[in-house]
């Protein structure tokens, strides 16, 4: 095991996810205390089992309710101080303009980018606090780089875009109190989800899922001493 992230309490949300799983493995490798907001037990379990003294998963925790995420990091920030905050969560809808309703559209916003600026501002009340700085990741998305990628997902495009504005605004501010806040930008990942979407793609032109992993936690290492304010894209060969 590595020791490079030992003594250091950080969240992740989404960590149930393929990336999630990926991220939480790789900083718990290094030392890192993870702890993981879960919507359900299943989630929980899954993150747990990866590590019973370095993971602290949470279940029932609904990310995109403002009082629940105060009241979250409140509670991390109680057991320890906050170095970094990674926010995974989020949801997927591709359809045309004339299939997307309202609410799909708020939808999008909601687990986007409500949940991205909701723990991005919790972690930076936590993270402030302790003088020494930290790093913060967000999750956009290729179609929020290059927009016209997103065709067929107006929604999704949208709110991945907000997610990178909110980003590069965030670590500007954030930049004289050396709090790092970047977004990684993937293209389509190598997951079981998009495997069974998408059986007849070329898998091999997706982006690798631990290769994706491995640039967040350099980004939220202390090893970053220069990098912010980034939305870095994560595209592999595709």
Not at 124 to 151: F, K, L, M
């Amino acid at each position: 095991m590595s020791s490079h992230f030992n003594g250091y309490n950080l969240v992740v949300t989404g960590g149930a996810g393929a990336l999630g799983l990926s991220v939480v493995r790789k900083l718990v490798h290094e030392g890192a205390v993870c702890h993981v907001p879960c919507v359900s037990e299943k989630d929980r379990d899954a993150v747990s089992a990866l590590d019973s003294q370095l993971v602290r998963a949470v279940a029932e925790v609904d990310l995109t309710e403002e009082q629940t995420v105060i009241d979250y990091y409140s509670d991390v920030a109680a057991s320890g101080q906050i170095w970094g905050s990674i926010h995974l969560v989020g949801g997927f809808f591709a359809a045309p303009l004339l299939e997307t309703s309202g609410e799909d559209f708020v939808r999008q916003f909601e687990l986007n980018v409500l949940t991205a600026f909701l723990c991005s501002r919790e972690a930076v009340r936590h993270i402030r606090q302790t003088g020494q700085g930290g790093c913060i990741v967000n999750v956009a998305a290729r179609p929020a780089v290059e927009p016209r990628t997103g065709s067929g997902r107006i929604a999704y495009t949208a709110s991945k875009s907000a997610v990178a504005a909110i980003s590069q605004s965030l670590g500007e501010e954030m930049a004289e109190q050396r709090i790092w806040v970047n977004a990684i930008a993937p293209s389509i990942m190598d997951t079981p989800a998009n495997r069974d979407a998408m059986p007849e793609a070329d898998f091999n032109q997706w982006v690798r899922v631990e290769d994706v992993a491995a640039v967040v936690v350099s980004l939220v290492s202390a090893e970053n001493r220069c990098v912010r304010s980034g939305i870095v894209p994560v595209y592999g060969s595709s």
